[in-house]
Nanobody, 125 residues
C-alpha cells in the first residue's frame, strides 16, 4: 500500500510562488507515474500536473502550463510542484497522487488511484 503525504501549502498574494512537496512510501516509488490534482470548494477534483515514472515526461493542462512545474526525486521518494505566478483561481486543496500501474506516463487522470490527504493553497488578489 502506498502512502502519500503533502506539505508546503499556505497563503500567498497573487503573483507569488509556492512549492509543494509529497513524500511517498510503501512501494517502489521510482516505477510509478505521479501527479498533482486540486479541488476547489464546490468543484470536482482536477488534474494539475503529471510526470512519468522516469521523470522524462511532464504534462499540464492549459490553465497552469508555463506557471507550474512538476518534478520528482526518485532517490528520495519525493514529488514536487513548483507554482509560480499564482492567481486567485489557483486556490484549492492540492493532492498528490500516484498511478496504480507501473511504468505509466502520468498523462491520464483516470490512471491515478492513490491519494494523499491534501494541502491547502490560498491565493489572495
Amino acid at each position: 500500500q502506498v502512502q502519500l503525504v503533502e506539505s508546503g501549502g499556505g497563503s500567498v498574494q497573487a503573483g507569488g510562488s509556492l512549492r509543494l512537496s509529497c513524500a511517498a512510501s510503501g512501494r517502489t516509488f521510482s516505477r510509478y507515474a505521479m501527479g498533482w490534482f486540486r479541488q476547489a470548494p464546490g468543484e470536482e477534483r482536477k488534474f494539475v500536473a503529471g510526470i512519468s515514472w522516469s521523470g522524462r515526461n511532464a504534462y499540464y493542462p492549459d490553465s497552469v502550463r508555463g506557471r507550474f512545474t512538476i518534478s520528482r526525486d526518485n532517490a528520495k521518494n519525493m514529488l514536487y510542484l513548483q507554482m509560480n505566478g499564482l492567481k486567485p483561481e489557483d486556490s484549492a486543496v492540492y493532492y498528490c497522487a500516484a498511478e496504480t500501474i507501473m511504468n505509466g506516463l502520468g498523462n491520464r487522470a483516470s490512471a491515478f488511484g492513490h491519494w494523499g490527504q491534501g494541502t491547502q493553497v490560498a491565493v489572495s488578489a
